[in-house]
């Protein structure tokens, strides 16, 4: 049986196997999160929307809370065709 997404999603962050877009990094900033907030916020969060029309590949949305569980947090990303999760965004649920 295939893996769900949401598994081969949190493998990658588990893995290191993922990437940031210089855009994902200022927003990061921006709303005082830390890499450590984004991974726990993927490895206990879920997928809440998915957008197939991209033609690099489909992209999900996923909300989760960070490390300290209080902030909700939202992540866009993607896996590139190399297998890497690539975020492409991050910010605080309002």
Do not use: C, Q, S
Not at 29 to 48: F, M, P, R, S, T
């Amino acid at each position: 049986m295939a893996k769900r997404i949401i598994d081969k999603i949190r493998e990658a962050i588990r893995r290191g196997n993922y990437d940031m877009t210089h855009h994902a990094n200022e927003e990061m900033a921006e709303d005082n999160l830390a890499i450590y907030d984004i991974e726990h916020a993927i490895l206990n969060g879920k997928i809440v929307k998915r957008e197939k029309d991209d033609p690099r590949g489909t992209k999900y949305t996923l909300f989760g809370k960070g490390l300290a569980h209080e902030t909700p947090v939202g992540i866009v990303g993607r896996f590139k065709e190399t297998g890497v999760f690539l975020i492409i965004t991050v910010y605080k649920v309002k």
